[in-house]
């Protein structure tokens, strides 16, 4: 079965520095989708940023980017500039192409930005 | 934009009583989700739906039932809600062409508290 581990359930980090969340997953699929959800405080979640696992360059989105190791099946996901804005519960997600449209989520990562 | 409204922000019922959660989303999205999110397990699939009237069960239906009569909503029913159904109801939209992972649309969430 595949699942979706993040290790770290808090992080902090200094506004306007760098920090980067982890995500590992496991499945034996070679297809298929990666995903970061932001869920600020009391608001709706959303995309952050996407990667197809056939594609070998890093997605990235503006100040977000991804670190995607196939073969370590890791996902990890780097911010920089933090801002106060940043600051939410990170979910990574994994989805196979084939066969179902369901999500497989992480249990999160909260972030606190520090003034 | 992309909208996908949950009829309630906050809910308390009694043990026992029928619980209706309503989802609707507004861009004619093929797939729906019902989630249900609590601290340090991530979300949860408990159903979801790729057509009308379709549905398929996700990794914890117990206790839950769904009904998706137009393809704008998508109902969570509990039959008889206990008090560990209390948690966060989140619903979730996509499209569903196959073979590719679209990004999920989510809701606000209901914050369901069974007394």
């Known amino acids: 079965a595949q699942t979706v581990t993040q290790s770290q359930p808090e992080m902090s980090v200094q506004e306007a520095e760098t920090v980067t969340l982890s995500c590992t997953y496991d499945t034996s699929e070679s297809d298929y989708y990666l995903f970061w959800y932001k869920q600020p405080p009391s608001r709706q979640m959303i995309l952050v940023i996407r990667?197809?696992?056939?594609?070998?360059q890093n997605a990235t989105e503006n100040r977000f980017s991804v670190n995607f190791q196939k073969a370590a099946k890791s996902f990890s996901l780097k911010i920089s500039d933090s801002q106060l804005g940043d600051a939410a519960m990170y979910f990574c997600?994994?989805?196979?192409?084939?066969?179902?449209?369901?999500?497989?989520f992480g249990t999160g990562t909260r972030l606190k930005v520090l003034a | 934009d992309v909208k996908v409204t949950q009829s309630s922000r906050y809910l308390v019922k009694r043990t026992g009583e029928k619980v209706f959660l309503e989802c609707v989303q507004d861009?004619?999205?093929?797939?729906m989700f019902w989630y249900r999110q609590d601290p340090g397990l991530g979300l949860r699939l408990i159903y979801f739906s790729y057509d009308v009237k379709m549905k398929e069960k996700g990794d914890i239906p117990e206790g839950y039932s769904v009904s998706r009569e137009k393809k704008e909503r998508f109902s969570l029913i509990l039959e008889s809600a206990s008090t560990n159904q209390t948690s966060m109801y989140l619903c979730?939209?996509?499209?569903?062409?196959?073979?590719?992972?679209?990004?999920?649309?989510f809701g606000p969430g209901t914050r369901l508290t069974v007394t």
């Open positions: 990667q197809e696992a056939y594609k070998q």
């Open positions: 861009m004619d999205h093929e797939n």
């Open positions: 979730a939209s996509s499209l569903g062409l196959a073979g590719i992972s679209y990004e999920q649309y």
């Open positions: 997600a994994y989805s196979p192409t084939s066969g179902t449209y369901k999500y497989i």
